[in-house]
């Protein structure tokens, strides 16, 4: 086994795999680093001339695209080539819950995972490193092992276990300044080839080795302890509201014994994101499949909590217009599930569409990031209603005053930081009065937009 890595191969250019392969490609300037994907208009993307047209925005990600592309960093669809060339694999595909058969809305769907595994074991032609970057469960990497095992003229392979823990709008910073990084594997030196990639930009105190399986549930749970701490603040928000307390009080109050400490405190319309949710729903399903029926039901409960905090949002701005928001427009405002990025996956801005649409509302809806394709995409994947009635209710504006102009309300879903620097008086002047502004992420100041006129209302006071 060649554990000197001079050609890194990672299938799946997607959120993670991309911006990962970028920051490695410009600390190891001497490694090749191909990134490959099936979706060739995502590696067209890729490869565009105009920065502005990748397929992932996040902030410092062109400028490092720019300084690696056709040096080290190459995107093909070519994958056996690449799979073939390399000595270490990063497998990046999507897990996404599956959507039939046993597991249904519960387990992750591994079919993406295997097929890497499968086609690894059918291109190889030498022993690789084959590193899970993904988001999977449990025990994942016995089904690589098993499969790469059996793979044709006893090569020797390594799985690593090396879970991301890159925050979307932050991930460039998060990988080039970790908290820590974690690799689980059983062979010392292929763990030791992986840690030596990391360590050109990584302190080795923050780089930690476990077991495989120690590796794998680490990411599961520190994603299950950060959404509980949504959940736990979002219900509070609730209490907040009939108790008169305010819960950024609250939030800064416990945040400041260091115990508790004060990250993750913000009390908003729920959780979105590609992992929360997916990941404590594989917890959740692994802790039934043991038979654990209070740890599965115990980790249930945060993602229970984040759908009423959803729903209870929506009913708020229905109950508020006077229980009917029939033939009403209501701008919302944002649509990516947090700022900076413009993934959309279970956003809640999804869900809150989906309650007010069924109440027959017409939404008017602004992302400064998010395209009108992908709005309509992303509610018509909900099958509440068909297209034709989606377009119907639903319409995408340039920019926040087009969408808030003749409205009865306005309902901030997302924190773009540009929501605050709107012209919140040239918005009031053109709505409809009583103007309401519901605020999901406690972006505004109350006493400002009360001076302006609106009816003010924000989760958690
Ligand atoms: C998360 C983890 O943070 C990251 O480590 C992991 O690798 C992938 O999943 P991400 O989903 O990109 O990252 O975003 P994150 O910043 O964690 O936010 C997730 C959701 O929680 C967002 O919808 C965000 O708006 C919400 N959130 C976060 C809150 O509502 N309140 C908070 O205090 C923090
Ligand atoms: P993540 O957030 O985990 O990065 P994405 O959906 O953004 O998820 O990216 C995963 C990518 O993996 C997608 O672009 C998808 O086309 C790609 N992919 C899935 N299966 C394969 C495969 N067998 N070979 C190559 N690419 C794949």
Same mark, same amino acid.
């Given at each position: ?8 191969? =990672? ?16 600390? =190891? ?32 990600? $062109?400028?490092?695209? !720019? ?48 097929? =890497? ?22 025990? %994942?990497?016995?089904?690589?092992? $098993? ?20 925050? !979307? ?17 059983? $062979? ?86 590609? =992992? ?47 229980? %009917? ?32 649409? %069924? ?23 909900? $099958? ?78």
């Amino acid at each position: 086994m060649k554990l000197n890595i001079k050609k890194i191969c =990672c299938i799946g250019a997607g959120y993670v795999g991309g911006p990962t392969m970028a920051v490695i490609a410009d600390k =190891c300037p001497e490694i090749q680093v191909t990134l490959v994907d099936l979706n060739a208009e995502r590696i067209a993307a890729w490869n565009s001339a105009d920065l502005g047209e990748l397929p992932i925005y996040e902030p410092g990600l $062109s400028e490092i695209i !720019e300084r690696t592309r056709h040096k080290n960093l190459f995107f093909s669809t070519q994958v056996d080539k690449a799979i073939e060339e390399a000595e270490m694999i990063f497998i990046s595909v999507n897990t996404p819950t599956k959507n039939y058969g046993v597991g249904k809305g519960m387990a992750a769907d591994l079919k993406y995972i295997e097929l =890497c595994a499968r086609q690894i074991a059918r291109v190889s032609k030498s022993g690789k490193i084959v590193v899970e970057k993904s988001t999977i469960p449990v025990r %994942t990497a016995a089904t690589i092992k $098993s499969i790469l095992e059996d793979a044709e003229g006893g090569l020797e392979f390594h799985v690593l276990s090396n879970p991301e823990f890159l925050a !979307e709008g932050s991930a460039i910073s998060d990988l080039i300044d970790p908290d820590r990084i974690l690799i689980g594997g059983e $062979s010392d030196e292929a763990i030791q080839a992986l840690k030596d990639i990391y360590q050109r930009w990584v302190n080795p105190d923050k780089i930690l080795t476990t077991n495989l399986w120690s590796s794998e549930l680490s990411k599961l749970t520190a994603n299950a302890f950060l959404a509980q701490r949504v959940s736990s603040i979002n219900a509070i928000s609730e209490l907040c509201e009939k108790t008169g307390a305010n819960v950024d009080e609250v939030a800064t109050a416990i945040g400041m014994d260091s115990r508790i400490g004060s990250k993750f405190l913000k009390a908003s319309v729920g959780f979105g994101g590609s =992992c929360f949710q997916k990941d404590i729903l594989n917890l959740v399903y692994i802790a039934r499949t043991y038979n654990l029926t209070e740890v599965a039901d115990y980790w249930e409960q945060v993602i229970l909590m984040n759908d009423h905090q959803k729903s209870r949002f929506a009913n708020h701005i229905v109950n508020t217009l006077f229980n %009917t928001v029939n033939g009403k427009r209501i701008a919302m405002l944002g649509w990516a599930f947090k700022k900076d990025t413009n993934d959309t996956r279970e956003s809640a801005a999804i869900y809150v569409a989906d309650h007010l649409l %069924t109440e027959m509302a017409q939404l008017a809806v602004y992302d400064p990031k998010v395209s009108a394709s992908k709005i309509y995409q992303d509610i018509d994947a909900i $099958s509440t209603r068909s297209s034709e009635e989606n377009r119907d209710l639903l319409s995408v504006h340039l920019n926040p005053y087009e969408a808030c102009r003749g409205a009865h309300a306005v309902a901030i879903l997302t924190e773009w930081d540009e929501f605050k620097e709107i012209d919140w008086q040239t918005i009031k002047d053109n709505m409809l009065n009583p103007a309401f502004l519901f605020d999901g992420r406690r972006l505004l100041d109350r006493k400002e937009m009360e001076n302006l006129g609106f009816k003010y209302y924000t989760l958690g006071e």
